[in-house]
């Protein structure tokens, strides 16, 4: 009888002691994140109230995003690295990275407030003004209506979120080796670029020259043509000088 009190016991105590457990595990959540969300489709403003929307994934293998605000003193303080790395790619074409500012704000007066803060020192990379799909992929990190800043996110053309950082970086070389890394693993993922094959089958051909210049002419959508291959001159749009090249390429008179 005593042994099998005794074993109740240490059951009783077991359980007392798991549920302890699984109390605190529910108290303090695993860290989230919003990797593997997407921000294909959106659409808002930049600073100086131009439209901006999904568009400009096709300009870059990576878009880093970086959330900020005007009144956080950690996402003022990195933000000369930022431009420091936004300089670097911008020099560096072949390594297709491009950098994006996300103000988050709370009143319409932080966005002059956003744009001195830009225009006295000098910080030149583009910034989008918060939407509620940006809200819901800063949100994630904590998951309680809350968006800590700053946070970064890495993108791939597709839109979908591959990486999420919480937090300032400690110097310009971390931020650096975080977004190249990135850009080493989602780069070796796409297809080598045929300059000019529009059509995605490995030659460049009339037919390539045709699918360029009806998407010049908006009557193809973006998602309908290899936007890097027929962006010939790589200046982030589709024109008739892009159509004309690919045509002088199918024809053998360029390389």
């Known amino acids: 009888m005593k042994r ?3 074993v109740l016991t240490s059951l009783m105590i077991l359980c007392c002691s798991l549920f302890a457990v699984s109390a605190e595990i529910v108290s303090n959540p695993a860290p989230r994140d919003a990797v593997g969300m997407s921000i294909a489709g959106f659409t808002s403003r930049d600073l100086y109230n ?8 096709n300009n870059a293998d990576v ?16 933000m000369p690295d930022f431009q420091r790395l ?15 500012g996300l103000l988050m704000y709370d009143y319409s007066d932080e966005i002059p407030e956003a744009i001195e803060i830009c225009e006295q020192y000098g910080f030149t990379w583009p910034h989008i003004l918060m939407t509620p799909l940006f809200y819901s992929i800063a949100e994630a990190l904590v998951g ?33 080796e975080y977004v190249n890394g990135w850009y080493d693993i989602i780069s070796a993922e796409q ?4 300059p000019g094959d529009a059509d995605g089958n490995g030659q460049v051909t009339i037919a390539d020259a045709v699918l360029v210049l009806r998407r010049s002419m908006s009557l193809i959508g973006e998602s309908d043509i290899n936007f890097a291959a027929a962006d010939v001159d790589g200046n982030g749009s589709i024109t008739v000088a892009d159509a004309v090249t690919v045509l002088r390429k199918a024809m053998g008179l360029l390389e």
């Not at 800043?149 to 971390?174: C, L, M, N, W």
Request: glycine share 8%; with cysteine; hydrophobic share 35%.
């Open 191 to 194: 297809p080598p670029v045929v």
């Open 50 to 57: 131009n439209p901006i929307n999904d568009s400009i994934l």
């Open 63 to 78: 878009t880093v995003i970086n959330f900020w605000a005007t009144w956080c003193g950690p996402c003022i303080g990195e």
């Open 86 to 100: 936004h300089e670097y790619y911008q020099g560096t074409p072949e390594a297709d990275v491009q950098l994006y």
């Open 144 to 176: 309680d209506g809350s968006v800590p800043v700053p946070q970064t996110i890495i993108v791939d053309r597709s839109g979908t979120v591959r990486a999420h950082k919480r937090g300032r970086f400690i110097d310009y070389q971390e931020m650096y």
């Open 4 to 6: 099998i009190i005794a």
